[in-house]
């Protein structure tokens, strides 16, 4: 007797390395952490909670907050443990096994793998040459699923849909359209006005980029106020904490530290990205995110990755046959940015690269 589903049993484990020996760019994390006096505020707050109180259901403060930074009325928007607990959210509100969504490939690998734990089929359209989008061929692919899902920017490959061809989906298409902005403060460019007179829309965020929470772990949604209310009924109670709500509220009381953070990491993206292009077999990919994918015309990406990681930095292979010569880098420190941009110098060099 087999006690777990099959679509769980194919299943391969999620790992990703989480090696802290080594300069760690391999989870498109804040090159920085929160700063001590926001630690301590959120420290100061926490020790006048009451831990014995469950959290609120919906906490309105947070909310607020999030509010007054997006734009979106209260009353759209729904908060979670981390956008991937919305994702699923999602699913389960809009589909039933056996139901098709589409994605792009290659995209962000959690849209497919809740989508296979809840037996749905994630279709996937291949994103062109240079990694760009192809709209028509989203459209075309969409006709009779539930929902297609795209990260704009998309993760890992930094590229983005335009504005318009994100309407064009949305107003083309009858079922439910999910943008992931998770990168939108590095990218600069949102779909969020059309919520208003798109009731098919959804837009996700997280604060574990630009907002340096990624172990806090703390995202939310918002689109029209009847579609979110249905997504909210799937969710499972109290996932966000007294912790999380407390920290994210001190972060965006403070939006200064999050907007010095992310000019940073800009000016850094243009200075790694120009480095690459002048090194020989490395053919990086213009990002619009906080990390930039790159290319490797004489070597594997498992074989470049070890070299970078023997030189003390470590970043993401995947195991899509449409990147096994690519790596993806997240922006750093200027420091590790530097230690990086050797190592790769170095491995290409000594011809391991």
């Given at each position: 007797m087999n006690i777990l589903r099959p679509s769980?049993?194919?299943?391969?484990?999620?790992?990703?390395?989480?090696?802290?020996?080594?300069?760690?760019?391999?989870q498109n994390e804040a090159p920085?952490?929160?700063?001590?006096?926001?630690?301590?505020?959120?420290?100061?707050?926490l020790r006048r909670a009451g831990w014995q109180r469950?959290?609120?259901?919906?906490?309105?403060?947070?909310?607020e907050r999030?509010?007054?930074?997006?734009?979106?009325?209260?009353?759209?928007?729904?908060?979670?443990?981390?956008?991937?607990?919305?994702?699923?959210?999602?699913?389960?509100?809009?589909?039933?096994?056996?139901?098709?969504?589409?994605i792009v490939r290659p995209g962000f690998a959690l849209f497919k793998r809740v989508a296979g734990i809840l037996s749905l089929t994630a279709d996937e359209v291949p994103?062109?040459?240079?990694?760009?989008?192809?709209?028509d061929a989203i459209l075309e692919r969409a006709r009779g699923a539930r929902a297609v899902v795209l990260a704009s920017p998309n993760n890992p490959t930094g590229t983005a849909l335009s504005v318009n061809d994100i309407e064009r989906i949305v107003r083309s298409f009858d079922g439910l359209v999910v943008i992931d902005e998770a990168y939108l403060e590095f990218h600069g460019r949102t779909v969020q006005g059309l919520t208003a007179e798109c009731p098919n829309l959804v837009i996700l965020r997280t604060?574990?980029?630009?907002?340096?929470?990624?172990?806090?772990?703390?995202?939310?949604?918002?689109?029209?106020?009847?579609?979110?209310?249905?997504?909210?009924?799937?969710?499972?109670?109290?996932?966000v904490g007294t912790f999380a709500r407390t920290v994210a509220e001190v972060m965006l009381d403070r939006r200064e530290k999050m907007e010095s953070v992310v000019r940073r990491v800009i000016g850094e993206r243009t200075r790694?990205?120009?480095?690459?292009?002048?090194?020989?077999?490395?053919?990086?990919?213009?990002?619009?995110?906080?990390?930039?994918?790159?290319?490797?015309?004489?070597?594997?990406?498992?074989?470049?990755?070890?070299?970078?990681?023997a030189r003390g930095v470590l970043v993401r292979a995947f195991d899509d046959p449409a990147l096994l010569r690519h790596l993806r880098v997240t922006i750093g420190t200027a420091a590790e940015n530097d230690v990086f941009l050797k190592a790769a110098r170095d491995a290409v060099a000594e011809g391991r690269g």
């Open positions: 769980v049993e194919k299943l391969g484990a999620y790992t990703v390395d989480q090696d802290l020996s080594v300069i760690k760019l391999n920085e952490d929160v700063p001590a006096e926001v630690k301590e505020e959120v420290f100061e707050r469950y959290p609120a259901g919906g906490p309105a403060e947070l909310e999030l509010s007054a930074y997006t734009g979106a009325p209260v009353s759209g928007i729904l908060v979670g443990n981390g956008s991937n607990e919305l994702i699923q959210a999602i699913y389960l509100a809009v589909c039933a096994p056996g139901d098709r969504i589409v994103l062109d040459r240079g990694f760009v989008y192809d709209a604060l574990s980029k630009a907002w340096r929470l990624a172990g806090v772990r703390l995202g939310y949604l918002f689109g029209n106020e009847a579609l979110v209310s249905g997504i909210a009924k799937t969710k499972l109670p109290f996932t790694v990205y120009e480095a690459l292009t002048a090194i020989p077999g490395i053919a990086p990919i213009p990002s619009s995110a906080n990390f930039i994918l790159f290319g490797l015309e004489n070597t594997t990406a498992a074989s470049f990755q070890k070299e970078l990681k």
